[in-house]
Each structure stands twice: as C-alpha cells, then as structure tokens.
C-alpha cells in the first residue's frame, strides 16, 4: 500500500488568483506540438485552443474550438508537484467538445470534406 500526505490548495481553501481548467478533447491529432505553447482565447461561452503544428510550417497551427463550463465546487484535480508533494486544487472551469478545425492554406492534415469554411 503506498500512501501520500496531500496538502489543500488555495484554490480549494477560497484564496489565489489562478484557474484551473480542464480540456476534453473529442480527438487530438498526432500533427499538434503538445509540448510548446498554445494560446487559449474565451469568448463568452466559446473557447478556442490555438496549438502549433509539429509539422509543415513554423507557422502552421491547429485551433480546436469549444464550449467553457463552469466547474462545479466538488470538480478537483490532484497535482504531484516537482518535490514530490500532493496538492489538491479545485478546476474553476472545463472546456468541453474540442474540435479541431482545418487551418491554415488547406494543407493540413485530418478531417475530409472541405468547403464551407467559416471566417471570424
């Protein structure tokens, strides 16, 4: 049996000004740069997760849209921290539904049909 001491965050006890978030994707394409930066932006209740390509251009990117929920106070991810160390912390919001989208000049990868694009 292996037991961990796990400390409360300051999410959980009310405090720090950080959210968490969590992401459901309905795929994630092998073509994404998991391990660089992305950007997410929120608009209302639409979300859209902006992610570099590991292939093609430098430039390319994937962007899977979304739906952001609130997150219920029972809704808790446990982190194990660099030292070792168990921390729970409440998800203030979930993004649910993640699409991704064809980009870029119609050379990406994935998804078939085409046509129909929309601008924004």
């Given amino acids: 049996m292996v037991v961990h001491t796990v400390s409360v965050g300051r999410s959980v006890r009310g ?65 194990c921290d660099a030292d070792g160390s168990w921390r729970l912390e409440r998800l203030h919001k979930k993004v649910v539904g993640l699409k991704a989208q064809r980009c870029g000049d119609g050379r990406g990868r994935g998804g078939g049909g085409g046509g129909g694009g929309a601008s924004g």
């Fill in 15 to 79: 405090g720090g000004k950080d959210s968490l978030y969590s992401l459901r994707f309905n795929f994630k394409p092998s073509s994404v740069a998991w391990e660089k930066q992305g950007k997410l932006v929120e608009r209302g209740g639409e979300v859209q997760l902006k992610m570099p390509s590991s292939e093609g251009a430098p430039d390319e990117e994937t962007v899977f849209k979304g739906n952001l929920e609130s997150g219920k106070s029972t809704d808790c991810v446990l982190f």
